[in-house]
């Protein structure tokens, strides 16, 4: 019934994320965390190329892994184009197991909080560890949501160079405060000179956390040197307003 970042989903994407499109300076802040590592890198949730083919082009060594075949191919397509050939892997993040140790692991635009399972979240937090070279560092945005009144329904309206059209129905269907975590029903619509060719719908869930219960968890795993940092400045502090927190951690 349900698609996860299919095709609909993969041209949206496509179309307002294009390759070096920074989110709020996530990519200028991931190129700076990242300038010292030499080893290899890994972006879990690599999607379709926005932030990875920037760092490869800044001359970092990293391979990518996503769920999503659809996003995956857009992904080869883009590096192709740009004459890239990164190692890019289809698997889960809670159960994966890749042939290389990485300097570094990275999961930017909060793509962490849609592991909605919370043991699955520990299980992706204890792969990344497992995949980490000793004293290599995982760094990881999260994401608080906006509390919004369950049936709350928006829409927008993507137009293509084409001339398709591919509208996207946003339904809250669950918002749970105690157990942190929201569900949307997402309806891609495709249009073509006024005529319905396609149609998606996917389940879009997220989770989230407060900042010390994460540090917990990373803690627990066996991470050391836990930072927060917000708005894309290493260090600084988060404030009630905050929205979005990238957490740097060190395995031991």
């Known amino acids: 019934m349900f698609s996860y970042y299919s095709n609909l989903c993969t041209e949206v994407y496509d179309l307002t994320k294009p ?35 920037p760092l490869l082009e800044a001359g970092l060594l990293v391979d990518g892994i996503d769920y999503s075949p659809a996003m995956l191919a857009s992904c080869h397509k883009r590096c192709e184009e740009r004459n890239l050939k990164p190692m890019l892997y289809e698997g889960e993040l809670q159960n994966f197991a890749l042939p290389h ?16 399972n919370r043991q699955d979240s520990i299980n992706a937090l204890t792969c990344f560890y497992e995949h980490l070279t000793p004293g290599g560092r995982v760094i990881i945005d999260l994401i608080l949501p906006e509390r919004m009144e369950i049936g709350t329904i928006s ?33 891609y619509e495709k249009w073509r000179e006024g005529s319905l060719i396609q149609s998606e719908l996917q389940r879009f869930a997220l989770r989230w956390y407060g900042i010390e219960e994460f540090k917990l968890v990373l803690d627990n795993i066996g991470f050391s040197d836990i930072v927060c940092s917000t708005d894309y400045v290493y260090g600084k502090q988060p404030t009630d307003g905050s929205q979005t927190f990238t957490f740097e951690a060190v395995r031991k």
Do not use: W
């Open 155 to 187: 829409t927008s309206t993507f137009t293509f160079p084409s001339g398709d059209v591919i509208t996207v129905e946003n339904k809250l269907v669950e918002f749970n405060m105690i157990h942190q975590y929201s569900v949307s029903y997402l309806k």
């Open 19 to 53: 390759v070096g499109h920074s989110i709020g300076g996530d990519i200028e802040y991931y190129l700076d965390r990242l300038q010292s590592c030499s080893g290899r890198i890994l972006e879990a949730a690599v999607g379709s190329g926005r932030m990875l083919i």
């Open 101 to 116: 140790k990485y300097d570094a692991i990275v999961i930017p635009t909060g793509s962490f909080c849609l592991i909605d």
